[in-house]
Structures are given as structure tokens and as C-alpha cells.
């Protein structure tokens, strides 16, 4: 099964709406923006903005993803705030022509650029885009130093569901392998899938950013606020203004 065909039955039960992630990113965002989210999955960063900002764009890959999403807005009265687009994240130009007050690209998205002069170009298009792009992505320094082989398993729907998450290192890639595992009184499942990541270090995506134009540019190693700590951060959070 594809990696995210896999994740989509359970993405909003294991991947749980964060209150400090919204809160954290609406404190860095002026009112009445008009944000696009890379990468935007089930649209839940979108819709925990969208009382503050005035258009909400969002932009991926999975259709089935974006069908949880759609299925999300269409409850709300205020649905006429948003526009979903089925493509790469790499595409977005194609697509959104005008200014953007912020760019986000949160959830590990970035690392599934495979290749080093795409994440180059999109940090370009981002930066002609908006002059704000607020990032989040797992501190791989400390993952690369470390070789750490696998990330805490995540559980849903009291423990009925449970998402294990594995590293295997490939040369300059990663092997991420996800299992899901199902259990209930009456039916245990497993489904297992992977797909190939690319380490961004601290380094590569603070060159790209300046490079950008990205002048003012502060980085987080959680949602509350604390500093990136480079050797003991789980994430790396970019908040970065021209």
C-alpha cells in the first residue's frame, strides 16, 4: 500500500490537532492573512487559522488527504476561505500568483524532497512568495549523529490503533518505514509501507534560507518557544522574515 494511501485511514487520530502548534503560529502571523500550507495534509493547521486569516490555501499530493479535508470544511460555515490544490508542494507557483503574508511548510514535509537543487528552488519560489515561511522539521543532526533507527510510536483510539516508525539509513537517504497495527476485540491488521526521505541539516537549510533573503530568521526546538538546541532538539522549527 503507498505511504500515505496507508497514513490517510488514520492521519487525524495519530496525528492529533495541536493547540501550541496553532497557537504558536498564529502569534507570528499578522491578523487577516493570506497563508498557503506545503504539504497541507487534512488541512488541520489551516483550519485551526482560518478564524484569523482571511484566504487558506493548501497544497498536496494525496488525494486522500485532501479528501478528509475537503470533507472537514464542508461542515464549516466558513469554507469559502479555502482552496485545496491537488499537486507537489514543489508546483505551488503554478497555481498561487498572488502575495502571500506566510508560507508554511510543517510536519516533516521538507525532507521529502529528494533532491538537493529542488529544495533549493522551492526555498526560492517561497521567498518571492512571502516574505515569511515558518518551517518544521525533525532535527536531523542530532538523527544523522546519533543513527537513531527509529522515532517513538504514536497510538490512537486507546491504543486501538498504533503507528510505529522506523529509520534505515541508505547512503545520503533514510528508509522511513511505518507500520500501522489495528487491534480490536474482534479483527487485528497490520499495514506496512515506507518512503525515502532526505536529511536536511541545520547547516544546508540555514544557507538556503539567506541565500533566499530570509534576513531575520529565529529557530525553535518545539511549539512552546524554547531555543534549537542542536544535539538534543527532537525538531527544528524556522521562523524566518525578510
Not at 510536519?107 to 515558518?134: A, Y
Not at 515506507?194 to 538556503?208: A, G, H, K, Q, S
Amino acid at each position: 500500500m503507498e505511504f500515505y494511501k496507508m497514513l490517510s485511514m488514520y492521519y487525524d487520530d495519530i496525528f492529533k490537532f495541536d493547540e501550541n502548534q496553532i497557537s504558536f503560529i498564529k502569534t507570528r502571523i499578522k491578523p487577516n492573512s493570506k497563508v498557503l500550507d506545503l504539504a497541507c495534509g487534512t488541512g488541520s493547521i489551516l483550519i485551526g487559522l482560518s478564524e484569523t486569516c482571511i484566504s487558506c490555501t493548501g497544497i498536496d499530493l494525496s488525494e486522500d488527504l485532501l479528501d478528509k479535508f475537503r470533507k472537514k470544511i464542508n461542515k464549516k460555515t466558513i469554507k469559502n476561505k479555502f482552496k485545496i490544490i491537488n499537486d507537489n508542494m514543489l508546483n505551488f507557483k503554478n497555481h498561487v500568483f498572488e502575495k502571500l503574508d506566510a508560507i508554511l511548510c510543517i510536519g516533516n514535509s521538507l525532507v521529502h524532497i529528494l533532491n538537493k537543487n529542488d529544495l533549493k528552488n522551492l526555498i526560492i519560489d517561497i521567498s518571492t512568495s512571502s516574505d515569511m515561511f515558518i518551517f518544521q522539521i525533525l532535527n536531523y543532526d542530532r538523527i544523522c549523529n546519533l543513527q537513531i533507527n527509529s522515532l517513538p510510536s504514536l497510538s490512537a483510539l486507546n491504543n486501538s490503533i498504533i503507528f510505529e516508525r522506523k529509520y534505515v539509513f541508505e547512503d545520503n537517504l533514510i528508509k522511513f518505514i511505518g507500520r500501522i497495527t489495528k487491534n480490536d476485540t474482534n479483527l487485528k491488521e497490520s499495514f506496512e509501507s515506507f518512503v525515502y526521505l532526505r536529511p536536511i541539516l541545520f547547516n544546508e537549510i540555514d544557507t538556503l534560507l539567506k541565500d533566499a533573503g530570509y534576513k531575520n530568521l529565529n529557530y525553535y526546538g518545539d511549539y512552546l518557544g524554547n531555543v534549537f538546541d542542536i544535539r538534543n532538539s527532537f525538531m527544528l522549527i524556522g521562523v524566518c522574515e525578510k
